[in-house]
């Protein structure tokens, strides 16, 4: 059982930084991938950012690569996802997942276990 809570999101204007945290409860957190995932208004969950249990391995959508970086502490059951240059197309609320095993790279939703309540990240123009 892996329960995972998000923090760090708000309003930011175009071309700021944002850094969001989810935090793991749960004995199992080493032994999963985590990834982030968004959803924008009206539209469907998408994937976003994904890193392996020790975040050896990491992949990113196209539209967030090179902008946005996930990592993750295990000692202190946290993954985090920093964001740059942020455009208002980024305006979503945040999700973490959890995957088992933690030596894939999973990028649909369906794969993915455990999920936060999300966070709300809003950029403006």
């Known amino acids: 059982q892996v329960r995972l809570v998000e923090s760090g999101g708000r309003l930011v204007q175009a071309g700021g930084s944002l850094r969001l945290s989810c935090a793991a409860s749960?004995?199992?957190?080493?032994?999963?991938?985590m990834a982030w995932f968004r959803q924008a208004p009206g539209k469907e969950r998408e994937f976003v950012a994904v890193?392996?249990?020790?975040?050896?391995?990491?992949y990113y959508a196209d539209s967030v690569n090179s902008r946005f970086t996930i990592s993750r502490d295990n000692a202190k059951n946290t993954v985090y996802l920093q964001m740059n240059s942020l455009a208002p197309e980024d305006t979503a609320i945040y999700y973490c997942a959890a995957h088992f095993p933690g030596n894939e790279l999973a990028t649909l939703s369906d794969e993915f276990t455990y999920w936060g309540q999300g966070t709300q990240v809003t950029v403006s123009s």
């Open positions: 890193t392996t249990w020790n975040g050896g391995k990491t």
């Open positions: 749960g004995r199992t957190f080493n032994d999963h991938s």
